[in-house]
């Protein structure tokens, strides 16, 4: 399983807008790929307008390849990317461990 | 629930060392301490040397005050501080909305 780990920048104005169209786009556009696995968002408390996306996904080309060049993202950017300040940075993570 | 995210980097070459060690360091300076309620260590696979360490607390004061302030938090830093190339970049994070 691999951790797609997005680091997003929104204005924080936007926040409860933003807040439900994320949660709108990942369960409509994302949830159906081929390999997900599940998700998580969370807002920093210490800088406004920061989140962090989580997803889990199968294998590492679920997300870089069947999602990413399908339709589905095309919807997800057009769902979310209007809220992004700057581009999301994303890189993918292995569990190293973790709590029994 | 609060998640502490640690964004870490490392010298790569000790990558082996420095998940060991971390692994040590969660479980025993960090898992006894009030309102820890679990953790993850992630590697990144774009960035060699980038960890993300993920600790879940029941309040963000378990973390700043009853951890940092408390000689446990030294230990911890004697285990894995040695290995860090930069200061941890830490932030925390409430929950916005998961999976089902």
Known sequence: MILEHADLRIDPTRAADFE???????TTAIAPAQGFQGY???????TPGRYVLMIYWAT?????????????FTEWRG???????QPPVVEHFEL?????
Chains 1, 2 share one sequence.
Not at 40 to 46: A, I, T
């Open 60 to 72: 590492l080309e679920d997300h870089t390849v069947g999602f990413r060049q399908s339709p589905a």
């Open 20 to 26: 439900a169209a994320i949660e709108r786009g990942v």
């Open 40 to 46: 998580k968002v969370n807002r920093s408390q210490e």
């Open 96 to 100: 190293v461990c973790k709590s029994a």
């Open 79 to 85: 769902i979310v990317g209007p809220y992004f300040l």
